[in-house]
T-cell receptor, first 116, second 114 residues
Framework: DQQVKQNSPSLSVQEGRISILNCDYT??????FLWYKKYPAEGPTFLISISSIKDKNEDGRFTVFLNKSAKHLSLHIVPSQPGDSAVYFCAASGIDSGAGSYQLTFGKGTKLSVIP | DAGITQSPRHKVTETGTPVTLRCHQT?????MYWYRQDPGHGLRLIHYSYGVKDTDKGEVSDGYSVSRSKTEDFLLTLESATSSQTSVYFC?????????????FGPGTRLTVL
């Protein structure tokens, strides 16, 4: 049962335009959400997070939006740059119904390609 | 960047042999984690530690054990490696629990079991 879903395996965007990466979750106990970026042969790098008490968080070119009623979050990158080309993982934290403790659950990732 | 190192970075081994991966941190963070990344699965939690000698299982713990005898070191052991354990393994750390704090990742270990 996949609790965090990134339904688009890949996304291509022109340099300078907006990139929008989407993530849906099913567990209503999730209350902390993060985005990570991953380059090949490197570990994931933290980008931005948002807690469930907010609906938006900005950091430079990166903005995360949270819609709790729809159980949906999105990452906006404006403007997109070629160096943004990477795999982006959405992650959510909350009480894991199976383990009974806080866990971080990841989506499968979306590969973003920014075309110069 | 968080001070996290993993060793070895690459390893090739044979089915049935024991393997130990090491994660070392210089941040004095309380929480440490082991994940594996496989195509089509994202990152999945294997085991985590919430203090010295305090560990718990994650989503995919079968076939793995861990130990943490010092704050800075978290070891992942495959007692008898199988081909299904071929993967990229990432260590992560956080100051506070996953519900309230960001996890920072190491560079990864690519393990191939023949």
């Amino acid at each position: 049962d996949q609790q965090v879903k990134q339904n688009s395996p890949s996304l291509s965007v022109q340099e300078g335009r907006i990139s929008i990466l989407n993530c849906d979750y099913t567990n209503s106990m999730f209350d902390y959400f993060l985005w990570y970026k991953k380059y090949p042969a490197e570990g994931p790098t933290f980008l931005i997070s948002i807690s469930s008490i907010k609906d938006k968080n900005e950091d430079g070119r990166f903005t995360v939006f949270l819609n709790k009623s729809a159980k949906h979050l999105s990452l906006h990158i404006v403007p997109s740059q070629p160096g943004d080309s990477a795999v982006y993982f959405c992650a959510a934290s909350g009480i894991d119904s199976g383990a009974g403790s806080y866990q971080l659950t990841f989506g499968k990732g979306t590969k973003l390609s920014v075309i110069p | 960047d968080a001070g996290i190192t993993q060793s070895p970075r690459h390893k090739v081994t044979e089915t049935g042999t024991p393997v130990t991966l090491r994660c070392h941190q210089t941040e004095n963070h309380r929480y440490m984690y082991w994940y594996r990344q496989d195509p089509g699965h994202g990152l999945r939690l294997i085991h985590y530690s919430y203090g010295v000698k305090d560990t718990d299982k994650g989503e995919v713990s079968d076939g793995y054990s861990v130990s943490r005898s010092k704050t800075e070191d978290f070891l992942l052991t495959l007692e008898s490696a199988t081909s299904s354990q071929t993967s990229v393994y990432f260590c992560a750390i956080s100051r506070d629990s996953p519900g309230t704090d960001t996890q920072y990742f190491g560079p990864g270990t690519r393990l191939t079991v023949l």
